[in-house]
């Protein structure tokens, strides 16, 4: 069983950055996506960043140019770094993670598609 923490949310000012953590414990399989979501209140749960086991990224849109996923599988730890941060981006940050997806599924970031997260870690930027 995959068990996924994350760390490292907290308060900023626009235009500051935030480097979310998610250490991934337990039997990890050799094709995976993994990466990040996020949810407001009354929003429905988005796909920010993820990375398939393959090393293709995929970005939402809105964090393009600004968010960096980034893994080190020394200490099986998945990175967000979160650059120019805008209010718009305060959220519930998740890190989530599906096994045996090809890359096409990791690129359509449904959520449906992610079996396993973990609590969350909560971001929010001031204006």
């Known amino acids: 069983q995959v068990q996924l923490v994350e760390s490292g949310g907290g308060s900023v000012q626009a235009g500051g950055s935030l480097r979310p953590s998610c250490v991934v414990s337990?039997?990890?399989?050799?094709?995976?996506?993994m990466g990040w979501f996020r949810q407001a209140p009354g929003t429905e749960r988005e796909a920010v960043a993820l990375?398939?086991?393959?090393?293709?990224?995929i970005y939402a849109d809105s964090v393009k140019g600004r968010f960096t996923i980034s893994q080190d599988k020394a200490k099986n730890t998945l990175y967000l770094q979160m650059n120019s941060l805008k209010p718009e981006d305060t959220a519930m940050y998740y890190c989530a993670a599906s096994f045996f997806v090809d890359v096409g599924r990791c690129k359509g970031g449904n959520s449906y598609d992610f079996g396993t997260w973990g609590q969350g870690t909560q971001v929010t930027v001031s204006s």
């Open positions: 990375r398939h086991s393959d090393g293709t990224t």
């Open positions: 337990g039997r990890i399989y050799s094709s995976y996506c």
